[in-house]
């Protein structure tokens, strides 16, 4: 057993590339621009849930493309067909169509060839924008999926500057705005905590226009061409829809002050076709008024006294000096294409996320320091180097983070503490077998040797099937969930090079050094949990642990249709705030107030102590649009009730959102159920496949009724640790299954209830060990870590014991009755039926 010299010097240089590369988040800004340029100094970002501030996710709204574009299309179809020399033509919309009504069917060719120049080639095959049908003297347009992609694709790369600019000019400092999906675009501001501001801002479409108002008496209904809009105080003003002059003519927007009443107004200039244009218009109608319109709304409306000339006007109204800069910097920014609606919305404050930050340290260190002792005592020194091998693993994993621009989150945090539960378990699996080899009579380097072999296979199989719950995680989850599943994948993958390669190197050069001849690995205490030489009979107890495990899963389902779980926000979709009062808060005159919204049903709830108030409110009828007016209702209500209120975090997820994540999270459970049935299949056989997802579906449903006996939250941090434990509960049967695969080959007579029982016994240190250092990791962060994680802690600390549990009492014997009845099958079959073909 040799180890190559390149091979120790690959490891040296990524150990120190990884140091050097994690050095830089616990070194102060000062002492990173002391040092040079070549020294790395990315950090690990801190999520908003750590750092404070606002998440929101808005949606292009195809519904207002498409009229844009079929409004455009209107007219434009009247001038084609007119210089077409297309007379008496009708055009009308009807729904998402245009229906273009000739005077004669002979007109036809003429109006398609006419109307077919106005489509546009989309995409990379060229595609129509526009699709044309009817018959006779009827032309019918409608738009093509192929075009409303293509101008949604435009419009959210267009927004993204546009928005960009809106938030650079409120100075924000290090937004990140960034595409997601076909149609939505994520934005996250740090430190901001006014989300309501900052929606307006850059959710405004902010087009501007220029109209002349109706010189007649509106009495009713509007004449055709004229339209009734309001302003700020719901005066009614008659404007003509002719645009006179459109926004995207303005170059600048500034705020100033009126001279004689020193109240804010903001005044624009536009480039010079449109200083032409306006001049044009004020010449020719002075004395008549004229509205500003954004966004179908009056801004102001004043009396044209003289012609301008100069290019510029003012805007005056009700402003205050920061709406005046908002409508300043929407001008400056420009008319977003489309609409954008909010559809997501989370909102943390700094107070809290500096708790969640100190919090999740302590928390993550308290595992840890756990973590470590309990390694000691069950392997004395060589459990300092299987400590040595964590450390390692956690410095790596930052540095895995830092070079990849990750961000962390509190749940992140969760995922680099189970992580290194997790990472425990190839440990236990090495120096359970060196143990073996030794009283097998090997010398030290044999022993070594034959500990890592046997237990490299084992490693890979538990540590795929945790990473396919990873994988999942990330495909199908969003936010924090995916920072929980990079940290844990990153963590997992690094923990194989930690455990199985640095420990290695290190084992065999103490081994070397000392010259040792006998490899001892023993505890620090002369007390085991596990004695040496176990017998147990586990499957004379099948039948009881199937039958408690068939009862308490039964429970789990009524439970879950009666009480049921306790949904979060995320899944359920509504409105969900965190309000903190200087004194303990007065919970009858919150429930009467926010009552008195008209909101639906209004949930209140302490937590932590009688200062923190957890306010959930149901869905609110009337799409996105309507959770947003919610929550500023909800919020003003609060501060009216207690001035001394503030509100830490808001959740805000919209009905199309909350679906999509519901459907999400059980698509990833079944996914991950049936990536695992393969790959067990294929390393295995069909019974260890079966048997192991059967047992999965049992684990998950008492894990389900969990839930719902606490009303613990089942939100998206509940399905990660749904996912994290299908991951880890295959893995423990993984490590079983592999020990009864070795012993089905070496004791070929042996009954196989009997193998069963030997390899439960010749791996039940391993599996008490695994589970109890990964229950050690979760349990600071299960008591003290608080709501953001207590539904990944707590369910996980629970489903770490029924899975070590099931592993023995579930798995096990529906193997057992697998191979049983596979083995009378086949001694059940005609001697013709068996004889080999020839």
Do not use: C
């Not at 990379?124 to 293509?150: C, K, M, N, R, W």
């Not at 002059?245 to 624009?268: H, I, K, Y």
């Not at 620090?524 to 596990?530: E, F, G, Q, R």
């Not at 079944?670 to 260890?688: D, G, K, Q, T």
């Amino acid at each position: 057993m040799k180890t190559s010299p390149w091979l120790l010097a690959t490891y040296a240089v990524v150990v120190v590339l990884g140091i050097l590369a994690a050095l830089p988040n616990i070194l102060s800004n000062s002492t990173l621009d002391a040092l040079p340029s070549w020294f790395p100094k990315d950090r690990v970002a801190l999520g908003l849930d750590l750092s404070g501030g606002s998440h929101l996710v808005l949606e292009v709204d195809g519904a207002d493309l498409a009229r844009e574009r079929l409004q455009t299309l209107t007219q434009d179809a009247r001038r084609a067909l007119r210089e077409a020399g297309v007379p008496g033509a009708a055009i009308r919309r009807a729904g998402s169509t245009l229906v273009v009504s000739l005077a004669a069917a002979d007109q036809r060719p003429a109006a398609t060839t006419a109307l077919g120049k106005l489509a546009l080639a989309v995409g990379p095959t060229g595609a129509s924008d526009l699709a044309f049908g009817g018959e006779g003297a009827t032309v019918t347009i409608a738009l093509t999926e192929a075009g409303l992609s293509d101008r949604t694709s435009a419009a959210v790369e267009q927004s993204l500057g546009i928005i960009r600019q809106r938030v650079d000019q409120v100075g924000v400092a290090e937004p990140t705005i960034q595409r997601v999906g076909a149609d939505r675009i994520l934005v996250q501001l740090p430190g901001v905590q006014d989300p309501a501001r900052i929606r307006d801002l850059i959710g405004s479409t902010a087009k501007m226009s220029f109209h002349m108002l109706s010189g007649a008496a509106v009495e009713g209904a509007p004449p055709p061409g004229v339209t009734l809009l309001r302003d700020d105080e719901g005066r009614s003003y008659p404007v003509e829809d002719r645009v006179e002059l459109a926004g995207d003519r303005l170059t600048d927007a500034r705020v100033g002050f009126d001279p004689t009443t020193n109240e804010p107004l903001v005044s624009f200039r536009f480039d010079t076709v449109g200083a032409a244009r306006f001049a044009e218009i004020t010449r020719a109608n002075v004395g008549r008024p004229f509205a500003i319109v954004l966004d179908d709304k009056v801004l102001s409306a004043p009396v044209i006294r003289e012609p301008i000339t100069g290019g510029s006007g003012q805007i005056s109204g009700n402003f205050t000096v920061e709406s005046a800069n908002d409508l300043a910097a929407l001008l400056r920014a420009g008319a977003l294409p489309a609409k954008l609606t909010v559809i997501e919305e989370r909102t943390v404050g700094a107070d809290l996320g500096a708790d969640a930050i100190r919090m999740g340290v302590a928390t993550g260190l308290a595992g840890f320091v756990l973590v470590v002792g309990f390694m000691v005592l069950l392997y004395g020194p060589w459990g300092l180097l299987a400590n040595l091998a964590l450390g390692l693993n956690v410095v790596l994993t930052f540095a895995g983070l830092s070079l990849l621009g990750a961000t962390l989150t509190l749940p992140g945090i969760a995922g680099i503490v189970l992580g290194i539960g997790l990472a425990v378990d190839a440990n236990v699996l090495i120096n359970e077998r060196i143990r073996e080899e030794t009283r097998r009579g090997r010398g030290a380097v044999a022993a070594l040797d034959a500990g890592f072999r046997r237990a490299y296979s084992t490693i890979v199989d538990g540590n795929v099937t945790a990473l396919i719950a990873s994988a999942l995680l990330f495909w199908f989850g969003s936010g924090p969930v995916r920072g929980f599943a990079v940290t844990m994948g990153i963590g997992i993958l690094i923990s194989m090079f930690t455990a199985v390669s640095i420990v290695r190197v290190a084992m065999l050069a103490i081994v070397r050094r000392t010259g040792m001849k006998r490899l001892a690995i023993e505890p620090l205490l002369p007390v085991t949990l596990v004695p040496e030489g176990t017998r147990f009979r586990f499957m004379r107890a099948r039948f009881l642990g199937l039958g408690v495990s068939a009862f308490l899963s039964l429970a789990s389902v009524v439970l879950f249709f009666s009480p049921g779980l306790n949904y979060g926000v995320d899944v359920r979709g509504g409105i969900q705030m965190e309000v903190v009062t200087e004194g303990p808060a007065d919970l009858s005159a919150f429930r009467s107030g926010l009552d008195g919204l008209g909101l639906g049903e209004v949930a209140l709830q302490e937590f932590g102590d009688s200062r923190h108030l957890l306010v959930r409110v149901e869905r609110q009828p009337g799409g996105e649009e309507a959770q947003t007016a919610a929550v500023e209702r909800l919020t003003a209500e609060v501060r009216a009730i207690d001035a001394s209120a503030t509100v830490e975090r808001t959740e805000v997820v919209g009905p199309k959102v909350s679906d999509e994540l519901a459907t999400a999270g059980i698509l990833s459970v079944v996914f991950a159920s049936l990536a695992m049935l393969v790959y067990i299949w294929v390393r295995f056989e069909w019974p260890f496949a079966v048997g192991a997802i059967a047992t999965l579906v049992l684990d998950v449903t008492k894990t389900v009724g969990f839930f719902a006996i606490t009303g613990l939250d089942f939100n998206l941090t509940a399905i990660a640790a749904l996912l994290t434990l299908v991951g880890y509960s295959v893995n423990d049967k993984v490590v079983v299954y592999d020990r009864m695969r070795e012993n089905m080959r070496l004791y070929k007579a042996m009954p196989l209830r009997d193998v069963i029982d030997l390899s439960i016994n010749e791996t039940l240190a391993r599996s008490l060990y695994t589970s109890v250092t990964a229950f050690l990791s979760l349990l600071p962060m299960a008591i003290w870590g608080g709501s953001a994680v207590e539904s990944f802690a707590v369910p996980m600390i629970f489903g770490i014991v029924v899975a070590a549990s099931s592993s023995v009492f579930i798995a096990a014997p529906i193997l057992l009755f697998l191979g049983d009845w596979r083995r009378r099958r086949a001694s059940t079959r005609t001697p013709a039926e068996t004889a080999p073909a020839v």
